[in-house]
């Protein structure tokens, strides 16, 4: 063979069945990485959608669930609050009683007291004390009452003073105290000044652990004494 001879190219043919084996397969793998492809490109849309209408739901109930809370808040704010109220009427209620009480005690007491002066209206003048009572309101509080009365028809008018003198025992001794105490603030609500009666009430206050063991009341005319009771508690 010359140099000019023209070039040869030598190619494998492959059979016919194979060929088409191979096209049929080529064309399900594209149709297979369509599908794919439209499948990927329609999902992210659809979740997103799906999440979407779910948040939406879950906000509704969230909604409807802070109403109805706040319904059922607003009706138990208000029934405590009526709860609150019938308890302080109860309480308030129960102090009138109790005030009551003890204006209806204190007019039996007046009235005896009363009763017993009528008898000494036409009797001999002079000051008296009708009745001294006491009471321990707290472990060093006492409370006192009396009644102090002037005997006769009452013409004249008696100014005075009251005194009281409490025997106590403190730290195992006896002790004695006055009230009002000398140059003391109170003395004004010791004075007296009446023509018929005057009642008298009030409450001491003793040292931290005495004990009282008798109560002695004095009516001063001019710094001397004119009545005097005394009472054990």
């Known amino acids: 063979m010359s140099v000019s001879s023209p070039k040869v190219m030598i190619r494998s043919q492959l059979p016919w ?10 064309g399900a793998l594209g149709a ?38 706040d319904q059922l808040s607003a009706t138990a704010n208000s029934g405590e609050s009526k709860l609150n109220m019938e308890h302080a009427a109860q309480k308030q209620l129960a102090a009138q009683v109790r005030t009551l009480e003890a204006d209806n005690m204190r007019l039996k007491e007046d009235l005896a007291f009363f009763e017993s002066l009528l008898p ?8 008296s004390i009708r009745r001294l009572k006491i009471d321990q309101t707290a472990p060093n509080q006492i409370r006192y009452r009396l009644l102090i009365m002037q005997g006769g028809k009452g013409d004249q008018q008696f100014v005075g003073s009251l005194q009281l003198v409490v025997n106590t025992l403190v730290g195992g001794k006896n002790a004695m105290m006055n009230f009002p105490a ?7 609500k010791f004075k007296l000044s009446f023509k018929h009666y005057q009642r008298v009430e009030g409450v001491l206050t003793l ?3 005495a004990t009282t063991r008798l109560v002695q009341a004095r009516v001063l005319e001019r710094g ?5 009771v005394s009472a054990n508690l």
């Open 182 to 188: 000398a140059n003391s603030a109170e003395q004004e």
């Open 32 to 69: 297979t990485l369509m599908w794919f492809y439209d499948t990927g490109r329609m999902l992210p849309g659809k979740h997103t959608e799906n999440v979407q209408e779910q948040i939406e739901r879950y906000r509704a109930q969230v909604e409807k669930l802070t109403m109805e809370r």
């Open 120 to 127: 000494n209206a036409t009797g001999p003048q002079g000051v």
């Open 224 to 228: 001397l004494i004119r009545a005097q």
């Open 207 to 209: 040292p931290e652990g």
């Open 17 to 26: 069945p194979m060929r088409i084996f191979l096209f049929l397969l080529s």
